[in-house]
């Protein structure tokens, strides 16, 4: 007589759901480890604040979606990128925080909705994350407003740029009396032109991508939440779940007898 098990998908269906009490306790079980799982992690708290920004529509005439987005972005990876970032650690190190601009980018997340820039700083101690949060408002919104700054002066150059230019093209069909667009000051004029294109290049620098049509706005002063953030509970809950239903699909059909076969 040989006796061998065969997998039929009806007959394990049929029992588990004979067996479900135990399908059902091994998923209770699973989920509440998982959740007791989370309780042993630290806890993590969240400060955040918002950056408002608006567009000059004056000012940039009809722009498409991407250009709006891209705009918009350039203002985030100020707030945001590595420049600041270090000034950020540098100015908390000055008023006693102890925390280096890796632990800031590994801390904080930016996130924009529509034109508001979010920043978030996650951390176990919350009056730490308060902090640094008061320290990231001030520094990146200075960042932005000098990057603005220099937006304008940039916009200024660049029309200064285009009217020397023009001049210069002129200057084939004047005479040596016309003026600095005169044949007589083309020397002059020259340097001019190389002079503004120097203070231009500059200029853009030290906006570090930003356009003037981008218009800082206000920012809200950080805020760390009465309650800790979850932090992967519901996911820790609901993988100790699913590893409970597997589990119990196991045991019930281990438990099941075994058809013989003659």
């Known amino acids: 007589m040989d006796s061998s098990a065969e997998f039929v998908p009806r007959d394990m269906f049929v029992t588990a759901l004979r067996r479900w ?13 998982g959740l007791g799982f989370h309780a042993l992690r630290p806890t993590v708290f969240e400060a955040r604040f918002d950056v408002l920004l608006g567009l ?4 940039s005439g009809e722009l498409e979606r ?40 590994r801390m904080a ?6 034109s508001t820039w979010m920043v978030r700083l996650r951390g176990t101690d919350a009056q730490q994350l ?5 320290v990231w408002l001030r520094t990146g919104f200075s960042a932005l407003e000098q990057a603005y700054e220099h937006a304008l002066r940039a916009d200024s150059a660049s029309r200064t740029l285009a009217s020397l230019e023009a001049c210069l093209a002129r200057t084939a069909h004047s005479s040596p009396a016309e003026g ?12 001019e032109i190389q002079r503004t294109g120097e ?7 030290g906006a570090r991508g930003l356009v003037s049509f ?3 706005g206000s920012a809200e002063k950080a805020v760390v939440p009465a309650q800790a953030v979850a932090n992967g509970r519901g996911a820790l809950a609901l993988a100790g779940a699913l590893i409970g239903l597997a589990l119990g699909m196991w045991v019930s059909q281990i438990a099941a007898p075994r058809k013989q076969e003659r």
């Open 21 to 33: 009490w135990v399908i059902a306790l091994a998923v209770l079980v699973g989920g509440l480890a």
């Open 56 to 59: 000059d529509q004056v000012g």
């Open 66 to 105: 991407f250009e709006e987005d891209a705009a918009l972005d350039a203002a985030g990876l100020i707030l945001g990128g590595p420049d600041t970032i270090r000034q950020v650690a540098e100015v908390a190190r000055q008023e006693g925080l102890n925390v280096q601009p890796e632990d800031l980018a």
């Open 109 to 114: 997340s930016l996130e924009r909705r529509r």
């Open 130 to 134: 308060e902090a640094l949060a008061s």
């Open 180 to 191: 600095l667009c005169g044949a007589g000051n083309l020397v002059e004029l020259q340097a």
């Open 199 to 205: 203070l231009l290049a500059q200029e853009q620098q």
């Open 214 to 216: 981008v218009l800082v």
